[in-house]
């Protein structure tokens, strides 16, 4: 994983660029979406990937097709990206050397997990490993990219976020936090006194009036809202270390879909590729300049 260190979150996309992970990461889920549900369809294609290396199949082989489900967690996976956010652009990779066409589907959260665990699609792209989940999806290796929750304090705060428990002493403190987000354990454990947004935007605005001493957030969805919602005043932020939480993500598939070991194999195959020609590196320098 490559090295993240303590940054302002600045105007300029060089400096963010530093920032490195929705809520607890992808707080245990990403928030539900309310937009319209795109899809894309991937087929693998060497020419779409100069760099990939398909599977060869006999001609008798049907090529494996899948759909997959994801949610709306910009700047992770989003339909109106151009790649789709760096997590459709690592899946696509990997899926491309594998040999695997699939449909990408948008859902709200609670619909993606609702279908996953009634086999109402292949599997999911985009998803934290969780035990409880074991017995309806079976698990990829890591994409490569994880979420990371933190903290974000205002430009000059001295606080420092290494010792919870000292933390908890600080008279009057307020952290934001959004409604209906899981967040880290650890977080949870130390009963802080919260303030809950009904988003993320809606929290760092917070922050800048004073409202709230520091706001807990995934540091790429901080990277997002700064360079988008929030551009002329992101310069106002601080990006604090440690992070709190590091999640990776991950594909899974039903269990429901009876070829899923082998179709589990290709895809960790073609992960171990992407990992091991340099690519994954390059798509996220492109696709992922916070982490």
Do not use: C
């Amino acid at each position: 994983m490559l090295t993240r260190r303590d940054t302002l979150l600045r105007l300029a996309a060089p400096v963010l660029g530093s920032l490195g992970t929705g809520h607890t990461a992808m707080a245990a889920q990403p928030p539900q979406s309310q937009v319209a549900e795109p899809r894309e369809t991937l087929s693998p294609s060497p020419s779409a990937s100069p760099t990939a290396a398909p599977r060869t199949r006999t001609p008798t082989q049907t090529p494996t097709r899948l759909v997959l489900l994801t949610t709306e967690y910009a700047p992770y996976m989003s339909g109106s990206s151009a790649d789709g956010g760096v997590v459709l652009a690592l899946g696509r990779a990997a899926l491309e050397r594998a040999g695997i066409a699939a449909e990408i589907q948008f859902r709200p959260w609670a619909r993606v997990i609702a279908e996953a665990e009634r086999g109402g699609a292949d599997g999911v792209l985009g998803i934290w490993y969780e035990a409880s989940r074991e017995r309806y999806l079976a698990y990829s290796q890591a994409l490569g990219i994880s979420n990371r929750i933190g903290f974000i304090a205002r430009v000059g705060s001295m606080m420092a976020v290494d010792d919870l428990l000292r933390l908890r002493q600080v008279p009057g403190l307020r952290i934001g936090t959004v409604r209906g987000y899981a967040n880290p354990p650890r977080f949870e454990e130390m009963s802080f006194q919260t303030d809950l947004a009904v988003d993320d935007v809606s929290n760092l605005r917070k922050l800048l009036a004073g409202r709230v001493d520091l706001v807990l957030i995934d540091k790429g969805v901080a990277f997002h809202l700064l360079q988008t919602q929030l551009q002329s005043v992101a310069a106002q932020f601080q990006w604090l270390e440690p992070a709190l939480a590091d999640m990776p993500l991950h594909m899974a598939l039903t269990r429901r879909r009876a070829d899923h070991p082998a179709v589990l194999r290709d895809i960790n195959r073609g992960l171990a590729e992407l990992r091991e020609s340099g690519d994954m590196a390059r798509i996220l320098k492109r696709s992922a300049d916070w982490f």
